[in-house]
């Protein structure tokens, strides 16, 4: 296997990480606004996000190393889908900045309109990203308008295509129940019990969607044969997710849900490949080979990856063990923020009863034997 390859397969892979992960952060942040019971929403929001507080910053790595090794192992890859998807990947990022700003500063201060605002900063964050991952997977597995230089030629609305519209559903059907079924897992109490019903609910929708865009994607774009294999381990993981859901196995649920996940992956990079991003003309598009760096470049990657992926594997299993127990409304405490009154007055000294006449304090003398 060439190095061309192997890069192909690890950035596969650091996606596959990343929607995983990530995939169930965005569906957290999607059901706040959906989960949460009027009479206790605040406690019931902070358990949700709580659940997913220890673990969302290092879930996003994944995006970041993934998009890092693009750009060292494939830069005209790099260069085509960052100018030509330049407006729904800045959307992306907006919503990721806008998410992060909320989940650090929301306990900052204690009100209910801060509050208010930071969860619909999270669910927009959550939701927006959701959806237009999906559509340019859809895009870049269905193929896009480049010309002979490699360049995004098509427009922004060419994106919007019925094929991507619908993986942009898949994609937020299967972060809402992956997300929904780690609620499921993380919580105990009401909110558990809602989110797995929520989980069974959504499960057969996604199993249906998710469903028909495989096969639309398979008898389509793919042309192989191999791919059907990923198309069904995809079919029967979401088959199993709908009855462990119904069943209130969290666990199982759980691994279901991520294998469909790791399934839908496979199928669109095994699809793709050995384009890395096809094009409406196939001659023009690009390949491991025409838009890939040196042999030596790749080399140094991978002596690179050997050494540190096992240490962030490591690091990561760590942090998610240290904080594997259940989450109920008892463990969260009061709000603790600032607030925006003002100040109380001071009270001026000596003003009030009960003081000395110099103003430092009670009249001791009075009472005082021989006074």
Do not use: C
Request: hydrophobic share 55%; aromatic share 12%.
């Amino acid at each position: 296997m060439e190095l061309t390859d192997v890069w192909f397969v690890l950035i596969a892979v650091l996606w596959t990480g990343y929607l995983v992960l990530e995939g169930f952060d965005f569906g957290v942040g999607m059901l706040l606004g959906l989960l949460p019971r009027k009479e206790d929403r605040e406690r019931e929001r902070r358990v949700m996000i709580n659940s997913i507080g220890p673990v969302w910053d290092g879930n996003e790595v994944w995006l970041l190393t993934a998009g890092g090794a693009t750009f060292a192992a494939f830069p005209e890859w790099y260069a085509t889908l960052f100018s030509g998807f330049y407006l729904p990947l800045f959307l992306i990022l907006i919503a990721l900045i806008v998410r992060v700003v909320a989940f650090e500063w929301r306990g900052k201060i204690d009100s209910p309109q801060w509050r208010a605002w930071a969860d619909r900063a999270l669910i927009f964050g959550s939701w927006l990203p959701a959806v237009l991952w999906g559509v340019a997977f859809g895009n870049i597995v269905r193929g896009v308008e480049l010309d002979a230089d490699h360049q995004y030629v098509g427009g922004f609305f060419a994106l919007l295509n019925p094929f991507a519209l619908v993986a942009g559903a898949v994609t937020t059907l299967i972060f809402l129940t992956h997300g929904a079924v780690f609620l499921a897992l993380k919580t105990d109490g009401a909110i558990r019990e809602r989110a797995a019903a929520t989980a069974a609910r959504l499960s057969v929708v996604t199993l249906v969607v998710a469903g028909a865009w495989a096969i639309w994607l398979q008898l389509a774009y793919s042309g192989k044969g191999w791919t059907w294999v990923a198309v069904a381990v995809a079919a029967v993981a979401l088959v199993l997710l709908v009855l462990a859901t119904r069943a209130r196995r969290e666990g199982p649920a759980f691994v279901a849900s991520a294998v469909a996940i790791v399934g839908a992956v496979v199928l669109i990079f095994g699809s793709m490949y050995p384009d890395v991003m096809p094009a409406l003309d196939p001659a023009n598009s690009l390949t491991v080979d025409n838009a890939s760096s040196t042999d030596y470049t790749l080399t140094v990657m991978t002596w690179v990856a050997v050494v540190l992926t096992p240490l962030v594997l490591l690091y990561q299993g760590w942090t998610y063990w240290v904080f594997r127990k259940r989450l109920t409304a008892e463990h969260i405490p009061a709000s603790v923020g600032l607030t925006f009154d003002p100040p109380a007055e001071p009270v001026a000294v000596g003003s009030g009863s009960g003081s000395g006449s110099d103003g430092s304090g009670p009249d001791d003398s009075a009472g005082t034997p021989g006074a």
